[in-house]
C-alpha cells in the first residue's frame, strides 16, 4: 500500500457538510465512492477539516491509501471521472501510507463573503451573505483585529462542540474589499472550532450594523465559558458564505511534487 494526498474543492450546497452521516449525502462519502470505484482495497479518505453543511472548499486536504500504483496525474483525472460536477480532486501527490493531513495541519485560511446589496443576486445565492443594511466595515475590521493571537474562544463555538480544548491561534483577521459589493472576512489560524468562523462572522456583522457594541469580541472573549461568553457575541452567520480556502501541512521530507503544480 501507498499514500495518496488530495487538494479537494466542492460547492457544499447539496452536501450535509464533509463527515460520512447515515442516510445524507456528504463529500467525504461521495469521494470515498470514487476512490474505491479505482481500487476497492483503497482505506478511506482521512480528511483536514469537518466542514459543516452548505459550506464550501477550494483547498480541502485528503490523504488515503491505495495498492492500485496510479502516478497522481492519474490519480486526478480517474477520480474526477467517478464524482459529480460538484466536487473535484484538483491536485494529488505521493504520500507514506498511514499519513493523517488532519494531525500535520500548521495552518488554515477560511474566507467568509459578505455580498452588499439591497436586492438579492441569484448569482451569488449559495457563496455570500446578502446584507441589505448599511455596515461600518472600518469598525468591523478595528473590531476583526482583536481576534488575533492565541486567545481561548469558548464563547465562539455551536453547543455541539464538547472539546475541552478551546485555546486556538489566529494569525490573520481582517475585512477586505473584493469589489463595490462583496466584502470577505479572511481568518488564518492554527485551527478552528466548530462554528467558530460562522460566529465570528455574525458578531462582526452585528458590531458593523450597531447591533452590538464595539468591543464585544473582546468582552466574549474574556468569558470563554460558552453559557456566559456566548450571549456576549453575535449571530451565527449562514453557512453558505464561509469556504475553506487553504491548508498548510507539515509534509514529510522528500514528498514528490504535486500534480498538477
Known sequence: MHGVLLEVAYDGTNFSGWATQPGRRTVQETLDGAIKALDPNASAGRGTSRTDAGVHAEGQRVAFDASLPLPPRGWVLALNSHLPDDVAVRS?????????????????RYRYRLLLDR????????????????????KMNREAAQIIGTHDFGAFRSAHDERQ???????????T??????????????AFLYNMVRILTGTLVDVGRN???EGAITRALQNPLRAEGRKLAGMTAPAHGLTLE???LDLPEGTSESWPR
Do not use: M
Open 177 to 190: 474589499r473584493e469589489n463595490e459589493r462583496i466584502v470577505g472576512f479572511v481568518i488564518e489560524g492554527n
Open 119 to 138: 436586492v438579492r443576486d441569484p448569482l451569488l445565492h449559495h457563496r455570500a451573505w446578502r446584507i441589505g443594511w448599511p455596515l461600518d466595515l472600518e
Open 165 to 175: 480544548e478551546t485555546v486556538r491561534t489566529i494569525s490573520r483577521s481582517e475585512i
Open 211 to 213: 447591533k452590538l457594541n
Open 92 to 108: 494529488a501527490r505521493e504520500i507514506h501510507a498511514g499519513y493523517n493531513p488532519r494531525f500535520a495541519s500548521k495552518k488554515k
Open 246 to 248: 487553504t491548508i498548510d
